[in-house]
């Protein structure tokens, strides 16, 4: 599989998203974001998954060790270092994609992985396609700094399919938020 | 290629045709041991009906599948026989919980009205009865939606409550009066999760600062909830969600992730004792969160089972890195919770995600991997019998947790 190159990944979805998008639906979005933010406090969360990103990063962890960074189809891929579920890569999607016929929730949980290549630490918002049958392939659990449920914004047991209009759970992706650090 | 399909099929002639002689002589052997040769009687007709449902007995193990890998229902099956005795239908994602009189059967489960969209309604089912028959709902006002947790609902020990953990995502515990059949209370627990019933009316639920949050109804009937201290650093070594406690005494065993056991008894003041390793009490050194440290680690999706009236907590383990606490359990081991002592390390047939014990003078110990059920001796550890089962995702025993 080709190596992502993340540059290059980020200026295409950028003139992508300028293409696609007007600035109306933009601004729509960003109101809807405002509006569901005091339900799904995104920041404090980063910073606390940041914080410990961070001391994570200069040790790595068993799960670094091992993770490649070239198969997003295979469950040791750098990014599924907290993932609980079906790789949506593996079901018509992709690591930030739901695949048709299911819808991507707008609520995450939030894991920080070390990615091998540079070793450095990021933030990855776990996000769940929602709305078709279970896709059931490439099921990968992997529970690097998952946190029980009583604390919520960590943990992979929760079917995080909130704000979107089934809560069948259909795959999970691994978004890349941006450094840790 | 024909020729050897002719043959084949001649063969088969054959033998149909010895079946149908030696058949036929059995037949008439049997004819001439009647009294007199004449032939046996005519079977009779038969009624079709459903099979009585005796009550849940000590030795059985109620079960539900897997959400997501099976199909759901709640699954019984006996242990003394590893027959399986009943399923009643549940939707994903439920939890479920026998009344103390161990016929009646509650389901906290979640519908939508198209199947995977339309209205939303989450319900306790009631089922119960000579057929276990259903026998009406409770509306509850939300419910938490996740993989299978033990502690996402739970009955006083007296029967007369339900508690249901909802997340909406607010967290929330509804109140369900069993009796009156509707939800008595809404209880906000902001920052905490799961139930753990304790009392009359009272139940804990951990908290994501390492704290209880204990609510109990007061002088004015109504619910309060107050903070306890930080027992444990929910940052390097959480207590897992599938800790145990028993309803009955109050006690609940909090396990971390390093196999630290708190002991809380649970009340309205609750009650600390000091923490203790499993790993100590075999001997070895705690196991830590430091990378690359492999060590005996508890672990799986329902990992511990307590005997109370032996004080005896059942942990599956697995030598693993840190995180792995979902690792499935190569050995079963058994820990006197009194003394902190390591009783016996039981090697399970298949790697368990679940392990149970029933609460009887003469208990079963049930190791559950993702197609089997191995009934097992906790005393000698010795697999009695054996079942292929659903890829299971809770299991509950007659006056368990």
Known sequence: MKRLDVDKFGERLTRRLAGRLSR??????????????????????????????????????????????HDDTACNYWR????DGNLCSCCGGSTHSCPPGSQPSPTSWIGSCINPDDQRAYLIAYRDCCGANECNKCSCLNTDHAMPIYRPQANNHIIWCFGTQSFEYHCSMAVLVGLAE | MKRIAHEAVKS??????????????????????????????????????????????????????????????????????????????????????????????????????????????????????PTLSNEGEIALPGRLISDPKTHTFALSADGRYGYDYSFQPAPAVSVIDLRARKVAASVEIPGC???????????????????????????????????????????????????????????????TYDGWVHPVHL???????????????????????????????????????????????????????????????????????????????????ESAYLVAVTQDEHPLLFALSEEWLWVMDPDTGAVLRATKIVTPGLARVRGGQ
């Open chain 1, 24 to 69: 109306r639906s933009a601004l729509a979005r960003l109101g809807a974001l405002l509006v569901a933010a005091p339900a799904f406090p995104l920041l404090p969360v980063q910073r606390a998954r940041a914080a410990d990103a961070a001391t994570a990063g200069q040790k790595g962890t068993d799960f670094s060790r091992a993770a490649q960074t």
């Open chain 2, 12 to 129: 088969a002639a054959r033998i149909a045709a010895l079946s149908m002689v030696i058949g036929g002589g059995l037949a008439a052997a049997a004819w001439a041991a009647q009294p007199g040769g004449a032939p046996p009687p005519v079977l009779q007709s038969e009624t079709a009906g459903v099979t009585p449902f005796q009550g849940l007995t000590a030795h059985d193990l109620t079960y539900s599948g897997l959400d997501g890998v099976t199909t759901g229902g709640v699954r019984i099956i006996d242990g003394d026989t590893a027959r399986t005795v009943a399923t009643v239908f549940s939707s994903q994602y439920a939890n479920f919980a026998w009344a103390p009189d161990h016929r009646t059967l509650y389901i906290s489960e979640t519908y939508w009205t198209l199947g995977n969209r339309g209205t939303r309604e989450d319900v306790l089912s009631i089922y119960g009865g």
């Open chain 2, 193 to 255: 999760g799961l139930v753990f019933p304790f009392g009359k009316r009272g139940f804990a639920s951990l908290c994501a600062d390492g704290s209880l949050a204990v609510a109990d109804v007061n002088a004015q009937g109504k619910y309060a909830v107050h903070r306890t201290k930080r027992f444990f650093d929910v940052m390097t070594d959480p207590v897992m969600d599938e800790s145990v406690s028993d309803p009955h005494s109050g006690l609940a065993l909090f396990t």
């Open chain 2, 267 to 349: 009340a309205d003041t609750p009650r600390f004792d000091k923490p203790w390793s499993i790993e100590k009490a075999a001997g070895l050194s705690p196991a830590t969160s430091h990378v690359g440290q492999i060590t005996w680690r508890p672990g799986g999706q329902v990992p511990f089972a307590y005997e109370p009236s032996r004080h005896r907590l059942f942990a599956l383990m697995h030598e693993g890195p840190p995180w792995s606490f979902e690792k499935p359990g190569s050995e079963i081991w058994v820990l006197d919770a009194r003394s902190h002592r390591l009783l016996h390390r039981w090697d399970v047939p």
């Open chain 1, 80 to 83: 599924y270092c907290g993932i």
